[in-house]
């Protein structure tokens, strides 16, 4: 886990498919209401909210009351983590498939 004070692990955080589709529809718009989220999927309002806490947890939703509505809007600065993580291994595949492609050009001759 990062050093900002995160409560929840990123990669935790992001592991569930209802989440990653959460963040996904966070992306495409600035903000949402739960109603407008839980429209979204076949689960009531109490699970998604269980959802959104856990993305707040780990840094990747924020929200502000708005009257009696809560909004909830994506913080991607968290996922930098993620990205940097796959960056590395994305780094680490291709020096070795450009390895292989090497030792099958030495075999080839």
Do not use: C
């Amino acid at each position: 886990m990062s050093d900002n004070n995160q409560e929840r692990d990123v990669f935790d955080a992001i592991a569930d498919p209802t989440r990653r589709r959460l963040i996904q529809l966070l992306a495409q718009t600035e903000e949402l209401p739960l109603h407008e989220l839980t429209a979204q999927f076949q689960m009531g309002r109490t699970a998604v909210s269980k959802h959104l806490t856990i993305l707040k947890e780990a840094g990747l939703v924020l929200d502000r009351k708005v009257g009696r509505e809560t909004l909830f809007r994506l913080n991607a600065t968290p996922l930098r983590e993620v990205q940097d993580w796959v960056a590395f291994y994305s780094k680490f595949w291709s020096m070795n498939m450009l390895r292989l492609n090497q030792l099958i050009e030495e075999d080839e001759l």
